[in-house]
């Protein structure tokens, strides 16, 4: 099956800093998508983008579907940014449409 | 929308018991998947329906575990019997018609299961 890998695993920022992970999967993709867990658990969903930019307050994601990459920016970080974040691709193949996800990064943002 | 709502929260139970979990999807979404997390395998798929109906139960672990849809509205994830194993997240989701023309996957907050 498709693989997802995701950069860095563990990330440790102080509060205004800015910060991009990334994610690599390993086969063309129908669906891509970032997610942010927050501490209790909670799994939102933040960018649909199987390719091009996207961008929403500080948040922004850039998918190069060419070259199976997608990038997450986070800038001026702040505490509530604390998690882990997800991507999760969608390759169609015989009919199924499993989003499988990445081990993910946790990012601690630190007042 | 009240969103995918999950019970219970928290479940613990002893080796051997029955578990029975439930997901009440977003109204009008006709996709409902069930996703386990773990510290060691992360997330993953475990089942997921479109319009009622079992599409892929390739993640399904083994035999003790089951997962129906009897309505719209309404799925159940069952594992009997259950063993130490088994304690994780569990996760419904469900997505509305028309996903791959953008529409996202809404997860609800989960249920937390310990198998003791």
């Known amino acids: 099956g498709i693989q997802v890998e995701q950069s860095p695993p563990d990330l440790i920022l102080q509060e205004g800093a800015n910060s991009t992970l990334r994610c690599n999967f390993s086969?063309?993709?129908?669906?891509l998508q970032w997610f942010h867990q927050n501490p209790w658990g909670q799994l939102i969903n933040l960018f649909y983008?199987?390719?091009g930019t996207k961008q929403n307050g500080r948040l922004s994601a850039t998918t190069v579907a060419t070259e199976r990459y997608s990038l997450l920016y986070i800038s001026s970080s702040q505490t509530t940014d604390s998690g882990v974040y997800f991507c999760?691709?969608?390759?169609?193949?015989?009919?199924?449409?499993?989003?499988?996800f990445g081990k993910g990064t946790k990012l601690t943002v630190n007042p | 929308d009240a969103g995918v709502i999950q019970s219970p929260r928290h479940e613990v139970t002893e080796m051997g018991q029955e578990v029975t979990l439930r997901c009440k999807p977003i109204s009008g979404h006709d996709y409902l998947f069930w996703y386990r997390q773990t510290m060691m395998r992360g997330l993953e798929l475990l089942i997921y329906?479109?319009?009622?109906?079992?599409?892929?139960d390739s993640g399904m672990p083994e035999d003790r575990f089951s997962a129906k849809m009897p309505n719209a509205s309404f799925s159940t994830l069952k594992i009997q019997p259950s063993e130490p194993r088994d304690s994780a997240v569990y996760f419904c989701?469900?997505?509305?018609?028309?996903?791959?023309?953008?529409?996202?996957?809404?997860f609800g907050e989960g249920s937390w299961l310990t198998v003791v």
């Open positions: 086969d063309s993709v129908n669906n």
């Open positions: 329906f479109n319009n009622n109906v079992p599409i892929d």
């Open positions: 983008i199987p390719s």
């Open positions: 989701a469900s997505s509305p018609p028309g996903r791959h023309s953008g529409n996202t996957i809404y």
């Open positions: 999760a691709v969608v390759r169609l193949q015989g009919g199924s449409e499993k989003l499988v």
